[in-house]
């Protein structure tokens, strides 16, 4: 009887870790330089034509009232000076999310 509940124990801990590694990954969505460098951060770094700057946490903080999803929506539509897509022609929604994201954190 003893071993049986430590075994479960040990089986809702393995269940549990496993849990928090994927969902870890998930978050984890690492930002890609190289398509930041290649398109975004060209208007972005030093805030071209009214872009909000990167690292700018008061300039996106109105930007970001309106959800991620939103902002990923007026990136691939374009806004105004900003093109469609941003310029960046193999960012999926995932990487415009993780850019979006970098940008609007404090550096
Ligand atoms: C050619 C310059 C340029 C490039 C390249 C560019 N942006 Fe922009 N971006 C702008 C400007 C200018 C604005 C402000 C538009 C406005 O509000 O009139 C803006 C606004 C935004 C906004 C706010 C949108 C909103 O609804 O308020 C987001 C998000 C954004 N850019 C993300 C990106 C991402 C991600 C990339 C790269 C994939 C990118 N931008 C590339 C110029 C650029």
Redesign the pocket.
């Known amino acids: 009887m003893k071993t049986r509940f430590s075994l479960r124990h040990l089986l809702a801990l393995a269940v549990a870790t496993a849990m928090l590694s994927l969902s870890t990954g998930v978050v984890a969505a690492e930002v890609d330089m190289n ?2 460098n290649a ?2 951060g ?3 770094m030093a805030g ?5 700057k990167t690292g700018d946490a008061a300039a996106w903080a109105p ?1 970001l009232e ?1 959800g991620i999803d ?3 929506a ?2 691939k539509k374009g ?5 469609a ?4 022609a193999t ?1 999926s929604d995932e990487d ?1 999310e993780a ?2 994201t970098y ?1 609007s954190t404090p550096q």
Not at 85 to 88: M, P, V
Request: with cysteine; hydrophobic share 45%; glycine share 10%.
């Open positions: 398509k930041y398109s975004c060209a208007c972005h071209v034509a009214g872009a909000p930007r309106k939103a902002l990923v007026s990136v806004l105004n000076v900003m093109p897509g941003g310029l960046c960012c415009y850019l979006i940008m």
